[in-house]
């Protein structure tokens, strides 16, 4: 099959679940005789079309910040790429299969005429629903527009792919909808060594202010009282980079807490992890929570939140590999504390071979 995945982003360039889902699914389904092509924002220098291990990368346009200085997804750039990949969808040969990925959910109309004129299989893959979070996120009266457009994307997704049953849930739709979860790269598992040094708690993830990296700040400092030399590494880029620099200074422990930017590799995010005792995801916000899994793949247990719009927490069994806690600073420094001493084994299940045959045998369906 010609199969093409669209997103604005895009693996390495960027580092995000959804990057990270299309780059190594995209990858199994080329081995497994595929012709797979990823319409995305153009991140190289060259031409419009790159290939990269056997999958070919479409540049749409260049890419301007895909977030505002708010920290929020800019809409205008969302609407360009959408705009823009009908010209260049419709010149291209016809794909048997395109999935598009929900967000930011411009896109998902141009698939669906793209879809109607050349007769593709249109399929789009929903990471997370935000229904009334729109409000939260945007306020009024924009966040009713986005309300508005997620729901007018959600009529327009003729198959639909979740990747947990989480979103599937917060769907409420009526059509059928296939689970296809993400997966764990566990050949950069294997291969990865713990560090040299070691920390007691870490956190991968953009710095956004949904994923309250600043209470999980404030959960170091109440911990520092009991463990004066707790150690805390904060990996991840974004808006709210500096604001959690100057926080951790201004609560004292700028000497416990070590940040690093984006990893260059996944395998880095492992010996990272192995070298760590407890992950802490504080997100009000998860559509999936990759990192739970690959913390857990690691014998980590994970400390992650009660929000409703958090899917982690549907992978998080309390007192078995990890725990749930209300999002505060007390509550979170108890759930650290209580899972160091907290024995994980280790799980095998996500393997992206496996879940790139279950979604070849959906394309199909």
Same mark, same amino acid.
């Given at each position: 099959?010609r199969?093409?995945? $669209?997103?604005?982003?895009?693996y390495?360039?960027?580092k995000?679940?959804?990057?990270?889902? %299309?780059?190594?699914?995209?990858?199994?389904?080329?081995?497994?005789?595929?012709? $797979?092509? #990823?319409?995305?924002?153009?991140? @190289?220098?060259?031409?419009?079309?790159?290939?990269?291990?056997?999958v070919?990368?479409?540049?749409?346009?260049?890419?301007?910040?895909?977030?505002?200085?708010?920290?929020?997804?800019?809409?205008?750039?969302?609407?360009?790429?959408?705009?823009?990949?009908?010209?260049t969808?419709?010149?291209?040969?016809?794909?048997?299969?395109?999935?598009?990925?929900?967000?930011?959910?411009?896109?998902?109309?141009?698939?669906?005429?793209i879809?109607? #004129?050349?007769?593709?299989?249109?399929?789009?893959? @929903?990471?997370?629903?935000?229904?009334?979070?729109?409000?939260?996120?945007?306020?009024?009266?924009?966040?009713?527009?986005?309300?508005m457009?997620?729901?007018?994307?959600? +009529?327009?997704?003729?198959?639909?792919? +979740?990747?947990?049953?989480?979103?599937?849930?917060k769907?409420?739709?009526?059509?059928? %909808?296939?689970v296809?979860?993400?997966?764990?790269?566990?050949? +950069?598992?294997?291969?990865?060594?713990?560090?040299?040094?070691?920390?007691?708690?870490?956190?991968?993830?953009?710095?956004?202010?949904?994923?309250?990296?600043?209470?999980?700040?404030?959960?170091?400092?109440?911990?520092? +009282?009991?463990?004066?030399?707790?150690?805390?590494?904060?990996?991840?880029?974004?808006?709210?980079?500096?604001?959690?620099?100057?926080?951790?200074?201004?609560?004292?422990?700028?000497?416990?807490?070590?940040?690093?930017?984006?990893?260059?590799?996944?395998?880095? $995010?492992?010996?990272?992890?192995?070298?760590?005792?407890?992950? %802490?995801?504080?997100?009000?916000?998860?559509?999936?929570?990759?990192? #739970?899994?690959?913390a857990?793949?690691?014998?980590v247990?994970?400390?992650?939140v009660?929000?409703e719009?958090?899917?982690?927490?549907?992978?998080?069994?309390?007192?078995?590999?990890?725990?749930?806690?209300?999002?505060?600073?007390?509550?979170?420094?108890?759930?650290?504390?209580?899972?160091?001493?907290?024995?994980?084994?280790?799980?095998?299940?996500?393997?992206?071979?496996?879940?790139?045959?279950?979604?070849?045998? #959906?394309?199909?369906?």
């Amino acid at each position: 099959m010609r199969i093409v995945f $669209v997103y604005d982003a895009v693996y390495p360039y960027t580092k995000g679940g959804v990057e990270k889902r %299309v780059y190594e699914l995209s990858k199994e389904l080329d081995s497994r005789g595929h012709e $797979v092509h #990823v319409f995305c924002l153009k991140f @190289w220098e060259g031409g419009q079309v790159t290939e990269r291990e056997g999958v070919y990368l479409h540049g749409i346009c260049d890419p301007a910040p895909l977030y505002t200085k708010e920290g929020r997804r800019s809409i205008l750039g969302s609407i360009k790429f959408a705009v823009m990949l009908l010209p260049t969808l419709l010149k291209e040969k016809r794909f048997d299969v395109i999935d598009c990925q929900n967000f930011p959910y411009f896109p998902v109309l141009s698939c669906r005429f793209i879809s109607a #004129v050349k007769g593709s299989k249109l399929f789009i893959t @929903w990471h997370e629903f935000w229904g009334d979070y729109w409000h939260e996120y945007l306020g009024w009266p924009i966040g009713v527009f986005g309300k508005m457009v997620e729901r007018l994307a959600l +009529s327009l997704s003729p198959r639909i792919i +979740s990747v947990s049953e989480f979103t599937k849930m917060k769907l409420k739709t009526n059509k059928r %909808v296939y689970v296809i979860p993400n997966g764990l790269d566990y050949g +950069s598992l294997e291969k990865a060594k713990p560090l040299k040094k070691r920390f007691d708690v870490i956190f991968v993830g953009r710095l956004i202010r949904e994923k309250n990296v600043d209470m999980l700040l404030r959960a170091i400092a109440l911990l520092k +009282s009991r463990y004066p030399r707790i150690r805390c590494c904060i990996i991840g880029e974004g808006p709210e980079r500096q604001r959690i620099i100057e926080l951790a200074s201004s609560l004292g422990v700028e000497r416990n807490v070590e940040f690093h930017k984006f990893l260059k590799t996944h395998e880095q $995010v492992f010996s990272y992890l192995k070298s760590s005792q407890v992950l %802490v995801l504080p997100s009000s916000r998860e559509g999936f929570g990759m990192i #739970v899994l690959e913390a857990n793949a690691c014998g980590v247990p994970v400390v992650t939140v009660e929000a409703e719009g958090n899917a982690a927490k549907e992978f998080v069994r309390d007192g078995v590999n990890g725990k749930v806690v209300p999002l505060s600073p007390e509550t979170l420094a108890n759930g650290i504390e209580e899972s160091f001493s907290m024995k994980v084994k280790p799980i095998k299940e996500y393997n992206w071979k496996n879940i790139a045959k279950k979604l070849g045998r #959906v394309y199909n369906a």
